[in-house]
């Protein structure tokens, strides 16, 4: 027979299996359990070795490329050439390698920024120890704000209310017991335990330690992140992609060079060092550099918007997301009750402010009324303070909830009416109490009211109702007639079909000196004064982020642990996209063929357990989306590592969620979210614009080569010359265009299509516009030049009209729809101090005697120059022309595969 769970057993019992007594463990039991069983933490990714962090860096088919490069440089002995190459590899390398590591660090700070420490009864006195130093058998002593430190079996139960949100993903406090359960219970059932990472709401409680570390339930879920797989991102994907057609380009070009040369009659050496400049010419030797800073830059940009990235290439993933998946309890909601009606009098008072905010007002048809005239609401919120054990810490305009979350509401609704807590509670001293349990479904209080006594209220409407006599109707109590209570039920009813939480507040009074309160002494003899309705409202900077999302083509969904009813209700406050509601029960009964069908048509998805989370994020990414998940509990962590890319919270995410996230919000605020997706998005175009200006000018320059042997029978630029272009000038001005600012118009087109990547057809055709220029031009110039000054002179001239194409190629690289006078000729800075670095360096290297000898250059005349900027400058001019005339000519496939165009081009 199976050994029964914690649960099915008495607290003896548990008691004698632990080996433990209700005075505790002594202190040198605890130090040998703490060497049997370890510290209590959940364990961590084990920290990547700097090397092999270091190493990361260079895994991408480009890299590849570039160390084939510089080896068969060595070979050739070619020694400068090869050691640029490794400089360039290595900057990239150092870069990554650094950002990675403040990531790394910057974790480990969020998790050091407060050490919990937990009360336990050791050798019959209380004390405290750090979470990590509690072991299996110790007697946890636990009160209102507590943390749970690890798993245990409760022994004694004093109105406890324990939130396991960020386990169960239900934000309505539990109510325990200590009671043996039978038969097998779900987590959310277990109401005589208590587990790691929930919070004491109410009430206090000791308990013994069963679980600890990696054996407790949250341990447990840390356990399963292990085995989910993660992907490529569509990044790494593109930059895969383009390494490979790359090769192609670069085995097909030479292909080409051997065969024209030997047409042409050249030597095999002039024909092998053609190649070569070939090979170097196509490889955009600076774009591992280009992009790891791009993204460099991206991510301390997100650092500044308080969105930590633990992946360097995690800010572009969210970039391309087309579903968000969002979790609702402290993600879209702000995990704080709030009364948002009242109803006395026969009347609905609707009462303003977000939280724990008290500053709000009263409503009642749209017209502000003031409650202190209002005896009924005032009456109301007196009740709902005194029959209450929260308490409310309050500056001016917020305060801070120790105790239950509904209670805590009452508290904030009555201090914005102007009813201070410690105020009230002295004028009405408190004598005794009924505490609140789930099969009485009410709490009640007694007070001293001079010379009498007043009883106060609160529960289920259901049975605060079958408890009245009387209700109260314009300041004075009258019999409660069945017309009565229909329309208290029927405003119940209402606020309830509105997601919130519905309690009902009644008194009674006693003319005796009674001391001690009883059943007997309100049942039947209650007089009702109205509802509150409450509810955990979402955030405002959610509502706009979900806003925004749809303006950008997104779609957000709720996935919940909640009810159905209060996560549909939600929904419709935060205006997510129409769609079905469904909960986690009809989810598990279909396969994952007929989720797949169905889940593009659902917004929002209720009493969602974890492993169900997981099931809808992979339907997702089965029809080919990219899934963004957020959220803060232990059971988003699964999704969050499973989606492609997982945003945890800060302040209230748990270890768990951090550890298996891409990406953490320090400050907990979604908006960030969507800051991360324009941020995203921007680096994606500038990669886009990057790439085009290094493949447009390499590109230029294979083709230079092929039209120089094909029709004049010898190179217009030699491999040297090639390499300063694309390692200096080319790096140096590349660099700058991937600091571009952003345009502004980023979440107002749609979201790329998955299959679409870095490179698009429009975005090939506008390379190969360019690159055929390119190369005309050099040979044009090269050719003139070459009959009127000499080879030597001519390879300089077509040197630097190369140069200067690329000067002015990267100003019209910015957008491939707006002008620079569009955008703002200044407004990349970065671009003109590298335009001033850039011109300083091609001075020097055909100025300079040293350079000249390394690069095959001469001095060039005024008309030299004037002539190599001819091409460049036609260029400029032909490209802005086309931007003010059709600014979409190259737009083909742009966010769609280009033989499915489902989007509409969004307009200039």
């Not at 961590?44 to 890299?63: C, D, E």
């Not at 509502?543 to 009810?563: F, L, P, R, S, W």
């Not at 492993?611 to 803060?632: E, F, Q, R, S």
């Not at 272009?725 to 571009?740: C, H, I, K, Q, Y």
Request: aromatic residues 6%; hydrophobic residues 45%.
């Amino acid at each position: 027979m199976a050994e029964k769970q914690w649960y099915n057993i008495s607290p003896n019992d548990a008691l004698k299996r632990l080996g433990s007594s209700g005075s505790g463990l002594s202190s040198s039991e605890a130090k040998s359990r703490l060497q049997e069983h370890g510290p209590n933490e959940l364990e961590r990714k084990k920290k990547t070795p700097a090397i092999l962090m270091l190493l990361r860096q260079f895994r991408s088919p480009l890299v590849y490329i570039l160390l084939a490069a510089a080896i068969v440089e060595f070979a050739l002995g070619r020694y400068l050439d090869a050691s640029v190459i490794m400089a360039v590899l290595l900057f990239m390398a150092t870069i990554g390698f650094i950002q990675e590591g403040r990531a790394e660090r910057a974790m480990e700070a969020l998790r050091e920024m407060a050490a919990p420490k937990a009360k336990v009864r050791r050798d019959n006195k209380v004390q405290d120890v750090e979470f990590r130093e509690v072991v299996p058998g110790d007697i946890l002593i636990l009160e209102a704000g507590d943390k749970g430190p690890a798993d245990a079996r409760l022994i004694e139960v004093a109105n406890l209310k324990v939130n396991e949100a960020s386990l169960t993903g239900e934000s309505i406090a539990v109510d325990k017991h200590t009671s043996a359960l039978s038969g097998k219970a779900g987590l959310a059932d277990r109401k005589n335990m208590a587990y790691m990472g929930t919070i004491i709401n109410s009430g206090r409680a000791s308990a013994v330690v069963t679980a600890t570390g990696m054996s407790t339930e949250m341990g447990r879920i840390a356990t399963a992140l292990q085995e989910v797989e993660q992907e490529q991102t569509p990044l790494q994907k593109s930059i895969g992609t383009l390494g490979r057609y790359i090769i192609y380009v670069v085995l097909g070009a030479c292909a080409v060079l051997v065969v024209v040369g030997i047409w042409q009659g050249m030597d095999w050496m002039e024909i092998f060092l053609v190649a070569v400049a070939a090979a170097v010419a196509a490889i955009p030797e600076g774009l591992p550099a280009v992009v790891t800073v791009v993204l460099a830059a991206g991510m301390r940009y997100m650092a500044s918007r308080n969105g930590l990235i633990r992946r360097l290439v995690a800010v572009e993933t969210l970039g391309s997301a087309t579903v968000i998946c969002s979790d609702k309890t402290g993600t879209l909601t702000i995990n704080e009750m709030t009364v948002r009606n009242l109803y006395v009098d026969g009347n609905r008072v609707e009462v303003t402010g977000e939280g724990y905010e008290v500053e709000g007002e009263f409503r009642r048809d749209d017209k502000t009324i003031d409650p202190e005239d209002e005896e009924s609401v005032m009456l109301i919120l007196r009740i709902g303070t005194l029959c209450n054990d929260a308490l409310l810490s309050s500056g001016e305009e917020s305060g801070n909830i120790v105790g239950d979350p509904t209670e805590g509401a009452l508290l904030v609704a009555a201090a914005k009416a102007g009813l201070n807590e410690e105020e009230v509670e002295e004028t009405y001293p408190r004598l005794d109490e009924i505490p609140f349990q789930s099969e009485r479904r009410y709490m009640a209080t007694l007070h001293q009211n001079d010379g009498s006594r007043m009883i106060c209220v609160k529960g289920a409407v259901e049975k605060v109702l079958d408890m009245s006599q009387s209700i109260l109707k314009d300041g004075k109590p009258v019999p409660l007639k069945e017309a009565d209570r229909e329309k208290v039920q029927e405003a119940s009813d209402s606020m309830a079909e509105d997601a919130m939480r519905v309690i009902a507040l009644a008194y009674a009074e006693h003319s005796g000196e009674l001391a001690e309160l009883k059943e007997e002494q309100i049942d039947g003899k209650l007089v009702l004064v109205g509802l509150a309705g409450m509810i955990d409202p979402p955030r405002e900077e959610a509502i706009e982020a979900v806003k925004q999302a749809k303006k950008a083509g997104i779609k957000v969904i709720m996935i919940t642990g909640d009810n159905k009813l209060t996560a549909e209700s939600i929904g419709r406050q935060l205006n997510l996209p129409e769609g079905e509601a469904i909960t986690g029960a009809d989810v598990e009964d279909m396969s994952d063929d007929e989720l797949s069908k169905r889940v593009e048509g659902i917004s929002v998805f209720a009493r969602v357990e974890p492993v169900l989370k997981l099931k809808i994020v992979n339907a997702l990414k089965k029809l080919g989306h990219v899934v963004a998940m957020t959220g803060d509990g232990v059971n988003d962590a699964p999704a969050l590592k499973a989606a492609d890319i997982g945003v945890a919270m800060g302040i209230t995410g748990t270890d768990v969620a951090k550890e298996a996230s891409d990406m953490v919000l320090v400050d907990d605020n979604f908006a960030s979210v969507v800051a991360a997706v324009e941020e995203g998005r921007a680096i994606f175009n500038r990669l886009r614009n990057v790439i085009l200006f290094l493949l447009a000018t390499g590109m230029g320059e294979l083709l230079a080569l092929v039209f120089g042997v094909l029709f004049l029978g010898m190179a217009p630029l030699v491999a040297l010359q090639i390499l300063w272009v694309n390692l200096v000038t080319g790096t140096v001005m590349a660099l700058s265009l991937g600091l571009e600012p952003k345009v502004g118009d980023e979440l107002s087109t749609p979201p790329r299509h998955p299959k679409v990547g870095l490179l698009f057809p429009g975005l090939l055709l506008r390379i190969g516009f360019l690159a055929l220029m390119l190369g005309i031009g050099t040979v044009l110039v090269f050719n003139f030049m070459e009959a009127a000054v000499g080879l030597e002179e001519a390879r300089t001239i077509a040197f630097c009209s190369v140069v200067v194409f690329e000067w002015l190629l990267a100003f019209n690289a910015r957008s491939d729809r707006y002008t620079i006078f569009q955008l703002g000729v200044f407004r990349n800075r970065w671009l003109f101090v590298s335009l001033f670095a850039a011109v300083l360096l091609q001075i020097a290297v055909v100025y300079t005697p040293f350079l000249q000898r390394a690069f095959d250059t001469v001095p060039i005349g005024i008309t030299g120059w004037g002539i190599a900027l001819i091409p460049g400058t036609a260029i400029f001019v032909v490209e802005t022309l086309r931007k003010l005339a059709k600014p979409q000519l190259f737009d083909l496939g742009k966010w769609q595969p280009a033989t499915r165009m489902s989007h509409k081009k969004p307009t200039a």
